[in-house]
C-alpha cells in the first residue's frame, strides 16, 4: 500500500458547518494550554482527547465524510484540532507516524487569507470545508498573520 507522497493535494469538500458551530462555542481559553505569553494571551494546545468537551462524538460526520474522498479503504486512527493564533505560528518541523499511516489530511474549520500552510518551502492557503491530505513527513510550518484564528481538524488514516 502506498503513502500519500505529495506534499498537500485537494481532495474534497466536506460539510463542515456544525463541527464549526460546535468548536467556535468552545472559548478558547477552555482549551489546553501551551503557555501563556508574556503578554498574557492565551496559546492554545492540540487537543486529541476524545472527552474533550465531546470532541469523538462531534468530528465523527466530517471523518466519515472524509473516509469517501480517499483513494481506498483507511481507517482513521487519530483525530487533532489544532489552533493557530492570529500572530502565532509553529515552527518548521517533520512528523514522525507509525509505519502504517498512509498520511494525514487536514480540514480547514476557521481560517483566513494570511495563514499559510508551508509544505517543503510551497506555500498554501487551505481552504474551510475542503480536505487536504498533506504529507507531514516533509518539513511543514504555519504562520498566521490575520486577524482571526486558524482552526484545523487533523486525521490521520492507516491501512
Known amino acids: 500500500m502506498m503513502r500519500f507522497g505529495g506534499t498537500v493535494q485537494p481532495i474534497g469538500v466536506v460539510d463542515v458547518s456544525a463541527l464549526v458551530?460546535?468548536?467556535t462555542a468552545i472559548p478558547f481559553e477552555d482549551w489546553p494550554q501551551q503557555s501563556r505569553l508574556e503578554d498574557g494571551q492565551i496559546r492554545p494546545a492540540m487537543v486529541n482527547s476524545p472527552a474533550w468537551h465531546g470532541f469523538?462524538?462531534?468530528?465523527?460526520s466530517v471523518v466519515y465524510a472524509v473516509r469517501w474522498l480517499l483513494p481506498?479503504?483507511?481507517?482513521?486512527t487519530l483525530r487533532m484540532?489544532?489552533?493557530?493564533?492570529?500572530?502565532h505560528s509553529i515552527p518548521p518541523h517533520v512528523d514522525q507516524q507509525p509505519p502504517r499511516c498512509w498520511g494525514r489530511v487536514h480540514v480547514p474549520l476557521t481560517s483566513n487569507d494570511?495563514?499559510?500552510?508551508?509544505?517543503?518551502?510551497e506555500a498554501?492557503?487551505?481552504?474551510v470545508g475542503h480536505a487536504y491530505a498533506?504529507?507531514?513527513?516533509?518539513?511543514?510550518s504555519v504562520s498566521n498573520a490575520?486577524?482571526?484564528?486558524?482552526?484545523?481538524?487533523?486525521?490521520?488514516?492507516?491501512w
Request: no cysteine; glycine share 6%; hydrophobic share 40%.
Open 21 to 23: 458551530a460546535w468548536v
Open 56 to 60: 469523538e462524538r462531534e468530528t465523527y
Open 72 to 76: 481506498t479503504y483507511l481507517e482513521s
Open 81 to 87: 484540532l489544532s489552533v493557530v493564533m492570529p500572530g
Open 114 to 121: 494570511a495563514s499559510v500552510f508551508t509544505v517543503d518551502g
Open 124 to 127: 498554501h492557503v487551505l481552504d
Open 134 to 140: 498533506v504529507n507531514t513527513r516533509r518539513e511543514h
Open 146 to 158: 490575520g486577524e482571526t484564528p486558524r482552526i484545523h481538524l487533523m486525521i490521520d488514516w492507516e
